[in-house]
């Protein structure tokens, strides 16, 4: 793959990435339901790629062959920029709650994949036990997860599909979080449970169409250099080119340790080094160096281009191979989800239990920013505590979640019934440890 190559497909999915903006501005349905533009953009790059409409037309987006690896680039730069100015706020009992109802689903998603798809493997002897694996994967932290522990088992020679997979678990399970979400808060509105009285017509325009007007926009972060020196974005990206550095000396390291460790993705190395170098500057005066809002729009830029381009990329072959499973895992995941984030948040939650489990249903279905938006429907003003409590458990479920990803990714294959055992066991832990903190009769005031 050539410069020229990249510049072409950078510019390609540029253009769709406009194109859905349009879209997403123009079209009510789209607004109505908070389908993101990246989403969009890589449903239209899927549609118009070679693999579908080059099958019966002549003319299609012409991909070179090395988009596929966008997704595994891409995310190696939202992994480097995770730990990077993170603080983590007062932590109070119902964001507790929330993490133990987060850790909940996200258990439940592991083992509802996998067992549904044992039982699946008894008629289809093509279909892998790793399958249900990718269903969590795909679901409860969406497209950017779902690239990760895609590239780890391709790198590691596994699985060939398990990327494509992967990432049409995150497309459903978006799109199972937005619009079953939105579903629920209708429903809740007219029955009362939310706090303020909320409608999609009543919401700022700019939440609906994703544009800003020149009068209402801000800055994109601040300037940590003068730019007579070196210009503040460069910097800030030459702080994730030097975390990347650092992973790639790790992995190179645990290789020369032992040469198993050459499945050792350099995604999970460099989550490592931006756990450590994170961790270390924030103790540190160079703290001042990272400014978090330039890291989270580099995180973004990464993340629209990477969500694009891995559904851009998604074969007709994967729906052909795997359409049934992936529809009744998908109907099992999202149903477990309203049990555990909705119906048991409600007994585990104090305060802004609808606007927690609704929100905490979205993140479990698709990524944080899902829940959020819904929670940001019920709640513009942001009068409840219920976003503070689903980010609450987004930041402190990487604990487990990353290293679980990164060493389950390969131990399914590996040691597949010891990776089960240890689902079900984080599960009950979960469960049974929510239930014992939370989970009972609240007395009256």
């Not at 650092?246 to 050792?264: A, S, W």
């Not at 992936?326 to 609808?354: E, P, T």
């Amino acid at each position: 793959m050539t410069m020229t190559q990249v510049l072409k497909d950078f510019a390609y999915l540029s253009v769709l990435l406009l194109i859905g903006f349009e879209m997403r501005r123009r079209i009510t349905f789209l607004q109505r339901f908070f389908i993101p533009t990246s989403l969009i953009a890589g449903f239209l790059g899927m549609l118009l790629s070679k693999s579908w409409l080059g099958q019966v037309a002549p003319v299609f987006i012409p991909f070179s062959e090395g988009i596929g690896q966008w997704a595994g680039a891409l995310v190696v730069f939202i992994c480097a920029t995770m730990f990077l100015g993170i603080k983590l706020d007062s932590i109070g009992r119902d964001g507790m709650a929330t993490t133990f109802l987060a850790g909940a689903a996200h258990q439940a998603q592991m083992i509802l994949g996998l067992g549904i798809t044992a039982i699946f493997c008894l008629f289809m002897k093509d279909l892998p036990y790793q399958f249900g694996y990718m269903g969590v994967w795909g679901f409860y932290a969406g497209h950017g997860n779902a690239t990760t522990v895609g590239t780890i088992i391709q790198e590691a020679g596994f699985w060939d599909d398990a990327l494509g997979v992967g990432v049409t678990f995150a497309t459903i399970g978006i799109l199972t979080g937005v619009i079953a979400g939105m579903i629920l808060i209708n429903l809740g509105a007219k029955k009362g449970l939310t706090h303020v009285k909320m409608s999609f017509d009543e919401m700022p325009k700019e939440q609906k169409t994703g544009y800003v007007e020149p009068a209402d926009r801000r800055s994109l972060g601040n300037g940590v250099t003068n730019a007579s020196s070196l210009d503040p974005l460069a910097f800030s990206l030459a702080i994730v080119g030097a975390v990347i550095v650092v992973g790639v000396i790790i992995r190179e390291l645990l290789i020369q340790i032992h040469p198993i460790m050459k499945r050792f993705p350099l995604v999970g190395a460099v989550l490592l080094s931006s756990m450590i170098i994170g961790g270390v500057i924030s103790k540190t005066k160079f703290n001042n160096y990272i400014d978090r809002k330039t890291m989270s729009r580099i995180t973004g830029a990464a993340l629209e281009y990477m969500i694009t381009a891995a559904i851009a990329t998604t074969s007709m072959h994967i729906f052909i191979a795997y359409g049934i499973p992936l529809l009744v895992v998908s109907l099992a995941m999202g149903l477990g989800n309203y049990l555990i984030c909705v119906k048991l948040g409600r007994r585990w939650l104090q305060h802004d239990q609808f606007e927690t489990g609704v929100g905490l249903f979205g993140m479990a279905c698709g990524v944080l920013a899902t829940g959020l938006m819904l929670i940001k429907v019920m709640d513009p003003d942001s009068d409840t505590a219920a976003s503070s409590c689903i980010s609450t458990s987004s930041t402190l479920g990487y604990a487990w979640q990353i290293p679980y990803m990164v060493v389950g990714s390969l131990a399914i294959f590996t040691a597949p019934m010891i990776t089960t055992v240890v689902s079900v066991l984080l599960f009950l832990f979960f469960l049974i440890g929510g239930h014992l903190l939370f989970g009972r009769k609240k007395k009256k005031a």
